[in-house]
T-cell receptor, first 115, second 118 residues
């Protein structure tokens, strides 16, 4: 079974600074996808970024980028120029290429942004 | 596109009663939906996979008779918490997969339902 581990229960960052959230995963599959989701106080799940395992290039979405290390099974999220609105709980998640939308989530990291 | 609507957003029920939560895909057909449970400041735990026209697949440890799932159409899945007790109080979130969109990788989430059993 696949597992996703986020070892940082809480992180904090100053506004305009950069922060990196860590995630590791374990799988024996070759076809899979990795995600970072943001859950603000409203608790609506918001997709931040997606990475296909077969792609070597790290995904980037504006201020959000990932460092995907496939051999090490590591998938960290970097948030640049942090904004107050980035404060939320962040979840790393995994989907098998054959599991049709079934997500396995990490424990989550609560990110606080200080003005 | 790809909107999932979950209703109600909040519900309070008395202990021993049943409550139904609806998850609708508004602009696409969802053959598969998922139900998650989330406790405060914790992760989402998958409860069951809801398949249109067939029985739901429950995760280990989830009581099938307490959490009844019905997926009678391609746009609606319901979760009924039967004989609710205070320990069932939690945040329930549904998600749907749209097979015709972005391969198998997209999961679209409802807004969630905060259930309080008193």
């Amino acid at each position: 079974a696949q597992t996703v581990t986020q070892s940082q229960p809480e992180m904090s960052v100053q506004e305009a600074e950069t922060v990196t959230l860590s995630c590791t995963y374990d799988t024996s599959e070759s076809d899979y996808y990795l995600f970072w989701y943001k859950q603000p106080p409203s608790r609506q799940m918001i997709l931040v970024i997606r990475q296909e395992a077969y792609k070597q290039q790290n995904a980037t979405e504006n201020r959000f980028s990932v460092n995907f290390q496939k051999a090490a099974k590591s998938f960290s999220l970097k948030i640049s120029d942090s904004q107050l609105g980035d404060a939320a709980m962040y979840f790393c998640a995994y989907i098998s290429g054959t599991s049709y939308g079934k997500l396995t989530f990490g424990q989550g990291t609560i990110l606080t942004v200080h003005p | 596109g790809a909107v999932v609507s979950q209703h109600p957003s909040r519900v309070i029920c008395k202990s021993g009663t049943s409550v139904k939560i609806e998850c609708r895909s508004l602009d696409f057909q969802a053959t598969t939906m998922f139900w998650y449970r989330q406790f405060p400041k914790q992760s989402l735990m998958l409860m069951a996979t809801s398949n249109e026209g067939s029985k739901a697949t429950y995760e280990q440890g989830v009581e099938k008779d307490k959490f009844l799932i019905n997926h009678a159409s391609l746009t609606l899945s319901t979760l009924t918490v039967t004989s609710a007790h205070p320990e069932d109080s939690s945040f329930y979130i549904c998600s749907a997969r749209a097979p015709e969109m972005a391969g198998n990788t997209e999961a679209f989430f409802g807004q969630g339902t905060r259930l309080t059993v008193v």
